[in-house]
Every structure is written in C-alpha cells, then in structure tokens.
C-alpha cells in the first residue's frame, strides 16, 4: 500500500499521560500536514512541513503539542500532558510540492483521554 | 474572517433521486476549492477540486462541482444517488496557496433511504 499511514490507528490514554502518533507519508510527498477533527466538525488545520522545516503552526497547536519530521519523511506529533479536550482524530496528509495542491489523507488516530 | 459553511448538517436522499450539497466560502480572492468524502473508519477521500478554468469540474463516483464566483459557491451535485454514497461529505478551500493548508466546512452527513 503506497498511501498515507498512521499508527497507532487507535489510543486511549488517562488524562496527564504523554502520547506520540506517527505519520508515513507518501513517499514522493515532500508537503505534510496535521489536522485535528472532533465529533460533528471539520478537520482543523494543526501545522505543516516541507521536507523537514516545520513553516506553520495554527493557533490551536498550544505548548502542549509538538511535531517533527526528522528526515523529511515521517512524522511524529506528541502531546504532553494530555487533557480530555485533546480527544479527536489525529489526521495526517500528504502532497507533492507541484501540480495542484491535492493532499492525500491517512485513516487518522483516534485520541481518547480519560 | 475566511471560512467555509456547509449549511446543511444532515441531507437524506432516496436512492436513485439527485443531490445537492451546498457550500460557501468566504475569502478576498478565488480560493482552490475541493470536495472530500469520509466514510466511517475511513481517510478523507478527494471526490473533486476547482483551480481554474471551466467550472463545472467531473470528480470521481460521478460526482461534479461547479463554482460560482458571483455567490461564492462552490455546491456538489449528482444526478443518481446510491445507497453507497452515504457518508459524511466536506468542503474545503486554500485560501493560502503558498502554504496549501485546507480550510475545511463542518461536514454534511448524507442519508440515502431505500
């Protein structure tokens, strides 16, 4: 399978405990994103890399949150002392740096705080 | 401030009549437009995008778009409903094409009766 992974698929963790999520883009993509989407809402924009330069954050990515992507592959997203408004899907995507914007989206990981 | 707004939360459709899904944006300049579909469990999906030109745009599973600059519209339509079609349907728009992040509507859940 050439798309967009993510793992864990699923995470239920207690309130206070730090978890980390992973993003394999497609391989090609230089361009990856993170959004969050809670029940009954659209996906909200999280921050952004080209290659391994993080260029934007949103104001919702607070000092709790914070993304890498080392090698300009993967990419992980951790949350520190996660709270129970952290609960959402985590989805990632992918494009390519030419050719229209089209961003190739991950099946996501779903966050559980309790 | 720029946002999207799908008017409509909740459309049930017989299976084989038409549909419509409404979406508007409100943004300074013509954004990059997109249709996403989301299937339970599922990863976001493009059904369709507008940059330019004609517009009227052909997507996937016989869907189309077309755009309207005067009312700042951007609505979904297909001429026969199938009951696979049901699943939650998103508008989204770039509206800063340096960058490419998606802004996304809250969705429009699509019900097809028998």
């Known amino acids: 399978d050439t798309g967009v992974s993510q793992n864990p698929r699923h995470k239920i963790t207690k309130r206070g405990q730090n978890v980390t999520f992973r993003c394999d883009p497609i391989?090609?993509?230089?361009?990856l994103y993170w959004y969050r989407q809670t029940l009954g809402q659209g996906p909200e924009f999280l921050t952004y890399?080209?290659?391994?330069?993080?260029?934007?954050k949103s104001r919702l990515l607070s000092d709790r949150f914070s993304a890498e992507r080392p090698k300009g592959s993967f990419s992980t997203l951790e949350i520190q002392r996660t709270e129970q408004g952290d609960s959402a899907m985590y989805l990632c995507?992918?494009?390519?740096?030419?050719?229209?914007?089209?961003?190739?989206f991950g099946p996501g990981t779903r966050l559980t705080v309790l | 401030a720029q946002s999207v707004t799908q008017p409509d939360i909740h459309i049930t459709v017989s299976e084989g009549a038409s549909l419509e899904l409404r979406c508007n944006y409100s943004?300074?300049?013509?954004?990059?437009l997109f249709w996403y579909v989301q299937s339970p469990g599922q990863g976001l999906q493009l059904l369709l995008k507008?940059?330019?030109?004609?517009?009227l745009v052909q997507g996937i599973k016989g869907f189309e778009a077309e755009f309207k600059r005067s009312q700042s519209s951007f609505n979904l339509r297909k001429p026969s409903v199938h009951w696979s079609d049901a699943a939650e349907y998103f508008c989204?728009?770039?509206?800063?094409?340096?960058?490419?992040?998606?802004?996304f509507g809250k969705g429009t859940m699509l019900l097809v009766s028998p």
């Open positions: 391989s090609e993509h230089n361009r």
């Open positions: 507008y940059f330019s030109g004609d517009t």
């Open positions: 943004y300074g300049a013509t954004p990059y």
């Open positions: 989204a728009v770039v509206m800063n094409s340096g960058y490419s992040t998606l802004t």
């Open positions: 890399f080209q290659n391994e330069a993080q260029l934007e």
């Open positions: 995507a992918s494009s390519p740096s030419f050719g229209g914007n089209e961003q190739f």
